[in-house]
């Protein structure tokens, strides 16, 4: 079965494209922009392509002619979405149109990794029933490409996830574990939000949540993320404490202290009891997810 994973360079990508690869069942074809940045470069073939420009994705579509495809690029970084709206939406929205055109003719199972920034975060934690209100431009961007996919003609799959973290090569954002421990161990303090609430989620487990719905072809939206809810503060207390770092550098602020230009919701999180159900998810505990992490340093 041949699988296209799009945003084969960002931080699920490079966990997506060695856990299919060594599945004798799939065929791998990785895209990302520019140069392949996985530090393995063997068991699939890389196609650089700028999802932004339609008669790449089709070329794309149809040489390679995909059973599945798993669309995870997506400008991510929510303040630079709220400043650089065009950007924002040709990355999130049109890139995922001219995708689901060129998945309508090679008739692919169609997966599309979606947030809990399509909701507001006044009633967390969420279910795949409760109605989206994004209250950011990213999220707003999430939630029409995730109407795209429902209202496509193919047979499709929305992966929701929460706060991602884990390691990457040459990554392009950092996430909670490696902002903590890179500052901590400069001497550096830090003022952590400890009044958002989050499920956050080991990039591993959510690889392992999409390869299931791969697996199943399972339709529908899926929540995937961690099962514990935790503040930002409370997981930078967690990653001091499992590095041996100076806890006393973090301050618990409310977000209300930072000023950035996208808003955050207040309490997302999700309830998986779904994907546990139906796929057989079962996502580690943060404690777990640090030792995987620091293993990988
Ligand atoms: N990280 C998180 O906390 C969360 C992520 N998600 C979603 O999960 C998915 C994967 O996220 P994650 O891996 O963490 O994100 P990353 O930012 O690490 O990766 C996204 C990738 O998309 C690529 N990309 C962006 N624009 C284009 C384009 N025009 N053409 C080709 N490639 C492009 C980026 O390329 P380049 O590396 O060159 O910039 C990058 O490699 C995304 O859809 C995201 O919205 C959902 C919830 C939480
Ligand atoms: C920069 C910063 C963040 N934080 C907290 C707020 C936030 O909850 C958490 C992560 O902040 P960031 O700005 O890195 O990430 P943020 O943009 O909030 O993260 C989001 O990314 C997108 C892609 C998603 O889809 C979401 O699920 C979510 O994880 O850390 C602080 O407490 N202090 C800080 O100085």
């Not at 002619?65 to 995870?72: L, T």
């Not at 709220?82 to 929205?93: F, G, M």
């Not at 990457?168 to 609430?197: F, H, M, Y």
């Not at 961690?226 to 618990?252: C, D, I, R």
Request: charged share 20%; glycine share 6%; aromatic share 8%.
């Amino acid at each position: 079965m041949k699988v296209l994973i799009t945003g084969s360079n960002g931080l699920l990508g490079q966990h997506l494209i060695p856990l299919f690869s060594k599945d004798s069942r799939y065929e791998v074809i990785a895209t990302g922009r520019g140069a392949n940045r996985l530090p393995n470069q063997d068991g699939y073939l890389y196609e650089p392509a700028n999802l932004r420009d339609s008669s790449s994705v089709n070329q794309l579509l149809q040489k390679h002619q995909p059973d599945i495809v798993i669309h995870a690029a997506a400008m991510t970084q929510v303040d630079d979405c709220e400043r650089n709206k065009d950007a924002c939406w040709d990355c999130n929205v049109n890139a995922t149109r001219y995708l689901l055109q060129a998945a309508e003719k090679s008739k692919s199972f169609f997966i599309f990794l979606s947030t809990d920034f399509v909701f507001d975060g006044l009633q967390g934690p969420y279910s795949e029933e409760d109605a989206v209100n994004p209250i950011s431009y990213y999220g707003a961007t999430k939630v029409a490409a995730e109407r795209l996919v429902q209202n496509s003609h193919l047979s499709w799959s929305i992966v929701r996830t929460v706060l991602v973290y884990g390691i990457a090569a040459d990554p392009k954002r950092s996430n909670i574990i490696t902002w903590v421990k890179t500052n901590l161990e400069q001497g550096k303090k830090l003022k952590v939000v400890d009044d958002q609430w989050r499920t956050p989620t080991l990039v591993q487990d959510l690889a392992a949540g999409c390869k299931l719905v791969a697996d199943k072809k399972a339709t529908g939206i899926y929540h995937i993320s961690g099962s514990e809810t935790l503040t930002p503060y409370q997981m930078a207390v967690q990653t001091a404490g499992y590095f041996q770092l100076n806890p006393q550098l973090l301050e618990k602020v409310d977000a209300k202290t930072f000023t950035q230009p996208a808003k955050r919701p207040a309490k997302t999180g999700f309830v998986i009891s779904k994907a546990v159900q139906e796929l057989g998810y079962q996502p580690h505990s943060f404690e777990e997810g640090l030792q995987i992490v620091a293993k990988e340093i």
